[in-house]
């Protein structure tokens, strides 16, 4: 399969803060979910590989072109869709004015190409009877919707989206799940997300990062298969569990090491990972 991006020993540094420590990783077409909770490094390494940002050290290339040099860089950009977590719109803008200034940016220089351009992704995302409407007038998920619309223009062969679903409610967030589905048909996207069932949904790989480096790199039934035997029901919170919570039955569900003769349950992604974040160190419970 096609290698989009090849990284090698990603670090870098906030100060006394490693927020990526020999970081590894080879993207394919397709949707990789990038979980972790948060200071993991995820948008960091979102930004590296969007050339937002410079890493210390390591390698890597995108698109087959190495970014460290200005030609490469420009090469990239120019093949990238980057949906970052908080977009900057200009809110008088209206969604057209705002996809056509990405559009030229990204140095669509035909006025006619680039507007017929604009009306596609728009169409894409199905704005296109909102086009002429200002960007502070619209929705949540409207203007998601326009950003992602944004991401698309130039048929990118890279898409990376940070948190693209946050704060969306539950309709918006299934609209949406649509729409990334569809963008990772014949491309490779990288998402990155809080939410558990947006990877269960949308990824054939994730990725679980914690402290900035990968601690997880699988399937989602992998990912879902590292809490077999280690999931359980109680009538009350077991206090030897990782993590613990009332369920709407008024039962208890527990994660971690269960004690002998447990009602075990079938695991979830979600329970996979709260246990590779709590093998890495880092605390996941969940209040009862």
């Known amino acids: 399969m096609t290698t989009t991006v090849s990284a090698s020993g990603l670090s870098l540094r906030y100060g006394a803060t490693r927020a990526l420590d020999d970081v ?18 995820k948008t960091t390494l979102l930004r590296v590989l969007a050339t937002a940002v410079p890493a210390d050290g390591g390698a ?22 980057y949906l970052p977590q908080t977009p900057g719109f200009h809110p008088d803008f209206t969604a057209f004015e705002f996809v056509d200034y990405v559009a030229i940016l990204k140095e669509l220089t035909d006025r006619g190409a680039r507007h017929r351009e604009v009306r596609r992704v728009l169409d894409q995302v199905d704005l296109s009877e909102v086009r002429g409407k200002r960007i502070r007038k619209l ?31 539950p309709e918006q967030r299934m609209r949406f799940r649509e729409l990334i589905a569809q963008a990772g048909e014949g491309r490779t996207v990288l998402l990155s997300t809080h939410q558990t069932e947006d990877v269960a949904m949308l990824c054939h790989r994730v990725l679980v990062m914690a402290g900035g480096a990968i601690r997880f790199d699988g399937t989602p039934a992998e ?7 280690r999931v359980w029901n109680s009538t009350g919170r077991d206090p030897g569990a ?28 979600e329970d996979g990972y709260l246990l590779t974040l709590d093998d890495a160190g880092v605390r996941a419970g969940v209040a009862a």
Do not use: C, H, I, Y
């Open 24 to 41: 590894s990783l080879r993207l394919t077409p397709g949707v990789t979910g990038l979980l972790g909770p948060n200071g993991a490094g």
């Open 60 to 81: 890597f290339t995108v698109l087959g072109q190495d970014p460290g040099t200005a030609a490469g860089r420009q090469e990239v950009r120019r093949r990238l869709g």
């Open 139 to 169: 929705s949540g998920g409207m203007r998601q919707r326009v950003a992602l619309a944004a991401a698309l223009v130039g048929d990118p062969g890279f898409l990376v989206l940070d948190e693209p679903t946050v704060g969306l409610d």
């Open 223 to 229: 990912l879902t298969a590292r809490a077999a035997g």
């Open 242 to 269: 990782k993590a613990g919570w009332r369920t709407g039955t008024g039962s208890f569900r527990n994660v971690g090491n269960p004690p002998e003769g447990a009602d075990l349950a079938e695991p979830t992604l």
